[in-house]
């Protein structure tokens, strides 16, 4: 795949370049072009010397340096600085240019920490909006902390898993990674004050089972086979600490395309996994739907 890595010279990109840089190491077929993104016009008094460059030379440079402090120059065949309306319309830019397939961007806020805003305002535009898989990092992500387990596919079962669902196993592939599902389920909680023990536990087994055989046929009627992994709980929490128990290099999940009333109410598991996961997430938006008759 060819992908399109944002730059930020504050330091926030730097999970995303060393997450390039690992995949680069360990899949020849992936390729990546690095962008940083100027927002609004350039002042024309920024253009003249900035210690004797031009302002774009000077951005080039930085951006240049921003690679290079990763050592991960030899991932990218280009680095280029853009200067557009918005970020968000400066990437999406360089996907139709470059022809690319994804975009990897870093996340605001590293592990570990908590902030009112911890995902970064393009990021979550891009989410929204983007139709190809956008992978969000951790800025404090260094290659050498990548798991060396599976690539991990979180789904619910439904239509909006399925892209994940192909993206998951090719990117499984690629790697020489085992392939693994977490499905999450909701048990009814409420019975447990009123059964048993040992009631409560057969009707955890057999939610369990429900959901591990489920989910084998959901993938199977893709034509794909994964190792299944059932969890519950609080849905994001536990899909990405099932994610960190496998040691996974990668997290992918579908996107919902939800409603502007629904995003006042409710944020998208993809929203939320990228905002608080401690490994790499892959946002997947569902195949197009077949054009009618």
């Known amino acids: 795949m060819r992908w399109i890595v944002g730059l930020d010279l504050r330091g926030l990109s730097q999970g995303a370049i060393h997450f390039a840089k690992w995949l680069h190491e360990h899949s020849e077929a992936e390729k990546f072009v690095a962008v940083h993104v100027v927002e609004g016009r350039v002042d024309s008094r920024a253009q003249v010397a900035v210690a004797g460059e031009s302002f774009r030379d000077w951005l080039e440079a930085a951006a240049e340096k921003e690679v290079a402090k990763a050592g991960a120059r030899d991932a990218f065949g280009d680095i280029e600085s853009k200067t557009v309306s918005s970020a968000e319309e400066g990437l999406v830019l360089a996907l139709e240019e470059r022809k690319a397939d994804g975009l990897v961007l870093g996340r605001k806020t590293p592990r570990g920490k908590d902030a009112v805003v911890r995902l970064g305002r393009v990021a979550r535009r891009l989410i929204r909006r983007l139709e190809s898989p956008l992978i969000i990092v951790p800025p404090d992500l260094r290659s050498e902390e990548i798991g060396e387990g599976p690539v991990v596919v979180a789904t619910d079962l439904g239509a909006d898993a399925v892209g994940a ?128 008759a």
């Open 165 to 292: 669902l192909r993206f998951g196993h090719a990117q499984a592939k690629a790697l020489g990674r085992e392939l693994v599902l977490v499905h999450a389920i909701q048990l009814p909680s409420h019975l447990d004050q009123y059964l048993p023990a040992d009631a409560w536990s057969s009707v955890q087994a057999e939610v369990g089972t429900e959901g591990q055989d489920a989910a084998v046929a959901w993938a199977a009627s893709h034509g794909i086979e994964a190792r299944i992994v059932v969890v519950d709980g609080p849905v994001v929490r536990a899909l990405w600490t099932a994610a960190v128990e496998e040691r996974a290099c990668l997290l992918v999940c579908g996107s919902r395309r939800l409603s502007l009333l629904e995003r006042i109410f409710t944020s998208s598991v993809g929203v939320e996994l990228a905002a608080s996961s401690p490994i790499p997430i892959a946002i997947v938006p569902p195949p197009p739907e077949p054009a009618s």
